[in-house]
């Protein structure tokens, strides 16, 4: 059975930068991804946080390329899951990024990865796992 996973913006920065232990378990877990024909969905929303840390169009183009095309989906994001990110985010104090994060693979029934704090107030939304939890 092919699993879906979705990697919060920092999973992706943890393997492209090289940050350590991080780097190195976000690089096995997307090895292992790829070795065993899985997906890592990806959003316009991770795309948009990349280019608001400074990342160029291409090197964003580049953090991705290490899956190939058959192991990374590109997902939309609807006018639905906006307006449920705006009535949760508040009520939280969860940042609504996070809250799209979290809804995104909720509905696309992916499996969260993420190191980030603020997705533990989430957990009804979705599951979230490290990156070691599944290498």
Not at 9 to 27: H, M, P, Q, V
Not at 91 to 118: C, F, N, S
Request: hydrophobic share 40%.
């Amino acid at each position: 059975m092919v699993e879906k996973f979705y990697f919060d913006t920092s999973i992706w920065l943890d393997y492209y930068e090289k940050r350590g232990k991080n780097g190195e378990a976000a690089l096995d877990l997307i090895n292992k991804i790829i070795k065993e024909n899985h997906i890592i969905l990806c959003s316009p929303l991770v795309i948009k946080e990349l280019k608001n840390l400074g990342y160029f169009l291409n090197e964003i183009n580049d953090i991705f390329s290490i899956a190939k095309p058959d192991n990374i989906r590109l997902v939309n994001i609807t006018k639905e899951q906006i307006k449920e990110m705006e009535k949760i985010a508040p009520k939280r104090d969860v940042p609504k990024k996070d809250v799209l994060h979290a809804i995104l693979a909720r509905d696309y029934e992916a499996q969260l990865i993420t190191r980030d704090y603020h997705f533990q107030k989430l957990k009804d939304i979705t599951l979230l796992k490290l990156p070691e939890e599944f290498i």
